[in-house]
């Protein structure tokens, strides 16, 4: 190590003040390859450190090749173009050609530039220095850095590149290997591949040109080239120009980081053995701004998440919107509430949902007959709420959903904010957007609860694993003398799969696959149990209840006011001091009693 820090030092005085100092491949190339190399071969390691710290650039085979350039001797601007991403690079180097430009390349962005018809310059020419290390060194050099990181103002920067024959570099135009599409790509990479797309050199030129956008422009996005082109035109305004540059500086910097936090997600993946990160840095995009928050006087905006977790997860993060009004800050929650619900069951589904608690929730092969039932469990509810399905949405159950009437009054066609479902059929979209101009028409994978769920509180962040526990997953424990039937416990499963969606404390009551009522959000149970029970009305009789937590009181509370109003099956997680009293209760009225061991809250 100590004859490393010599190497690296000893470049020190060739760049610009220390902007430049450890960029030399004497150094650099040192840093990639010397860790690994044998003890065996480290003679011969120092023996090139050493050769590389005199006073010349490169070796042999480059060592006659003109510094300073024809360019900037002509007092054009240089750019230096390293891409992985092409996409608009016959405009954007078109354009540099024609605004007179002398254009810096390497690699594939090389070769396609020349196939574009424009001239272009190998880094290799302009350092003196050919690529080495498999790719891994190719600009990390004084000759690329000191062009980017010397202060135009400075005369001490621009008197110390000039000495060694270094040429400003004015545009740095970069994006960086695509590290996620390498890591989420099936089948899954060897570690070895996922180490090789982690960029090095593209990082550090962002930086260095971000952190000199007074006589730099960075420019990490595509989307960018045209407004770029525009800036440099003769003539432009040198406020707009100066402004721009440091846009797109801010830009660069969010691109490493957001870049940076992917490689740190995955790298933890190999070696955190599933515990929580000691850091943690989500990257994200945003997708829209807002009308406004959950109320006219909040801000808010609308971000995808680009972690590497979410990629291809689906749900309404990732969502299309076909039709209809700009979507709201609460129409997202709503929207993700009644998806999350309705993608949680593997049958065919409907799922309505209000200020994100499900007021109807049916399954049935006949997704027509599923969209009917969900209304009916509370129409007043589910009038200007949010419908969700977890299959196609066809011809047949678009003209449904346009036509049918509320059975409060069998003559009021239903509202909605939103449809959400995995697909549409050509036809069944087309009849769906003749409903209302402002229907939001919503397209998205179905994603039940999965994955990580990361809250806000104020100052802080709260981590968990999503609710994601199937029925299918726990026993159901009968612990009441009477069993539940066949059809009891059926029900029982779906009502309990309904709880975990509501607030707590939640009550949900079901029969034939079909929720009836739910109590939600309130401070006691008993009084989220009469809130149920009264929703299902006549209906109570025979059905199921599933409660998200355990019941504290039986007698006179929450358990014996369900089985004196029909109920006939509960289920509850159990872990109650009282929890004999709840199994005395049932087996007094008749009722069979299960517990799941898992309790459901939902805050």
């Known amino acids: 190590m100590a004859q490393l820090r010599a190497s690296m030092s000893s470049t020190v005085g060739i760049s610009a003040g ?33 050769n590389a710290c005199r006073p010349t650039f490169g070796t ?22 390293s891409l992985s991403d092409k996409t608009n690079l016959d405009m954007l ?11 810096i390349s390497t690699g594939g962005t090389h070769s396609a530039i020349e196939k574009a018809g424009v001239p272009v310059k190998q880094v290799a020419e ?30 001490a920067h621009m008197d110390a590149i000039a000495s060694h024959n270094i040429d400003p570099i004015d545009l740095v135009i970069v994006n960086l290997y695509p590290f996620r599409q390498t890591v989420t790509s099936t089948p899954t990479p060897s570690f070895e591949d996922c ?113 590497l977790r979410e990629y291809e997860a689906g749900g309404v993060g990732n969502s299309v919107v076909h039709w209809g009004k700009e979507m709201s800050y609460n129409n997202y929650l709503d ?6 619900c309705c993608s949680d069951y593997k049958e065919a589904t409907c799922v309505i949902v209000k200020h994100t608690n499900p007021c109807g929730i049916a399954s049935k092969d006949d997704l027509k007959e599923a969209y009917r039932l969900a209304v009916r469990a509370d129409p007043i509810s589910a009038f200007g709420g949010i419908v969700a399905f977890n ?17 409060t009054d069998d003559e009021t066609r239903m509202f909605y904010e939103i449809v959400i479902a995995p697909s549409y059929t050509p036809e069944g979209l087309e009849h769906l957007k003749g409903k209302s101009k402002n229907l939001r028409i919503v397209e998205a994978r179905t994603r039940a609860p999965s994955g990580l769920s990361l809250r806000q509180v104020a100052g802080g962040w709260l981590q968990q694993s999503a609710d994601s526990l199937q029925p299918s997953e726990i026993e159901f424990k009968v612990v009441s003398e009477k069993q539940p039937t066949e059809q009891e416990l059926a029900d029982l499963k779906f009502a309990w799969t309904a709880v975990k969606h509501v607030k707590s ?43 998200d937590a355990f019941f504290p009181f039986s007698w006179g509370d929450s358990v014996e006011i369900a089985c004196q109003a029909g109920v006939t099956a509960i289920a509850h997680p159990g872990g109650s001091l009282r929890d004999q009293e709840a199994v005395d209760v049932c087996n007094k009225y008749g009722v069979a009693l299960v517990v799941t061991g898992h309790r459901h809250f939902r805050h």
Request: hydrophobic share 45%; aromatic share 6%.
């Open 126 to 155: 302009v350092t003196g220095f050919p690529e080495m290390l498999d790719g891994r060194v190719k600009t990390l050099h004084p000759a690329i850095h000191g062009g980017i990181l010397a202060i135009r103002d400075s005369k």
């Open 195 to 307: 180490v090789e797309n982690i960029d090095i050199g593209g990082p550090a030129m962002i930086r260095a040109a971000a952190k000199n956008m007074g006589g730099v422009a960075v420019v990490v996005d595509p989307s960018d080239y045209e407004e770029l082109l525009t800036s440099l035109q003769p003539g432009t305004d040198a406020a707009a120009a100066a402004a721009f540059k440091k846009k797109m500086a801010w830009k660069a910097f969010q691109h490493c980081s957001s870049y940076d936090a992917q490689v740190a997600e995955w790298m933890w993946t190999q070696v955190g053995e599933g515990a929580p990160a000691p850091m943690m840095t989500v990257p994200l995009q945003l997708k829209e701004t807002l009308r406004y928050g959950e109320n006219p006087h909040q801000p808010a905006a609308f971000y995808s998440d680009l972690s």
């Open 18 to 50: 220390t902007r430049s100092a450890f960029l030399r491949p004497s150094a650099s190339s040192a840093i990639v390859a010397r860790v690994a190399a044998p003890k065996a071969a480290r003679s011969a390691f120092h023996s090139m450190e050493t």
């Open 60 to 81: 042999a085979k480059f060592a006659s090749l003109p510094r300073g350039s024809v360019a900037a001797q002509a007092g054009k601007g240089r750019a230096l173009l």
């Open 93 to 103: 180097v078109k354009g540099l050609d024609e605004l007179g430009y002398e254009i």
């Open 505 to 547: 404390n939640a009550i949900t009551i079901a029969k034939n696959d079909r929720l009836l009522g739910m109590g939600s959000g309130q401070p006691n149970r008993v009084n989220s149990v009469r809130i149920a029970l009264e929703k299902a009305a006549d209906e109570v009789k025979g059905s199921v209840l599933a409660s």
């Open 391 to 407: 299959r196609e949405v066809d011809f047949e159950l678009a003209k449904e959903i346009r036509e049918f009437r509320s059975p």
């Open 335 to 340: 929207a993700n509430a009644a998806y999350e």
